[in-house]
C-alpha cells in the first residue's frame, strides 16, 4: 500500500510563485511515474505534469514554461515549482502515482488559491 502526503498549497498573488511537494511512502517498488493533477471548481481533474523514474517529464501545454516538476529519489518526494501563477491555476492539486501492474495511488490534495 502507498500513502501519499502533498504540501504547499496556500493564497498567493498572481504573478506569484508556489512549490508544492509531495513525499510517498509505504510500497514503492515498481513505480512507473509520479506526477501532479488538478481540479478547479466544477471542472474535470487534470494532469498538470508528470515524472519518470528516469526522471523523463511530462507537462500540460498551459504550464509549459511557468512550472518544473522534479524528484529526489531518496527522500521519494517529487515537487512542483510554480511560477508566475495566475488565477485560473487556482485548483486542488493531486499527487498521484502509478505503479506495475496497474495500481494509482491519489494524494488528498492541497489547495492552491491565486487571488488579488
Known amino acids: 500500500q502507498v500513502q501519499l502526503v502533498e504540501s504547499g498549497g496556500g493564497l498567493v498573488q498572481p504573478g506569484g510563485s508556489l512549490r508544492l511537494t509531495c513525499v510517498a511512502s509505504?510500497?514503492?517498488?515498481?513505480?512507473?511515474?509520479m506526477g501532479w493533477y488538478r481540479q478547479a471548481p466544477g471542472k474535470q481533474r487534470e494532469l498538470v505534469a508528470s515524472?519518470?523514474?528516469?526522471?523523463?517529464?511530462n507537462y500540460s501545454e498551459f504550464v509549459k514554461g511557468r512550472f518544473t516538476i522534479s524528484r529526489d529519489g531518496t527522500k521519494n518526494t517529487i515537487y512542483l515549482q510554480m511560477n508566475g501563477l495566475k488565477p485560473e491555476d487556482t485548483a486542488v492539486y493531486y499527487c498521484?502515482?502509478?505503479?506495475?501492474?496497474?495500481?494509482?495511488?491519489w494524494g488528498q490534495g492541497t489547495r492552491v488559491t491565486v487571488s488579488s
Open positions: 515524472i519518470s523514474t528516469d526522471d523523463i517529464t
Open positions: 509505504g510500497s514503492l517498488d515498481n513505480i512507473i511515474f
Open positions: 498521484h502515482l502509478v505503479k506495475r501492474p496497474a495500481s494509482k495511488t
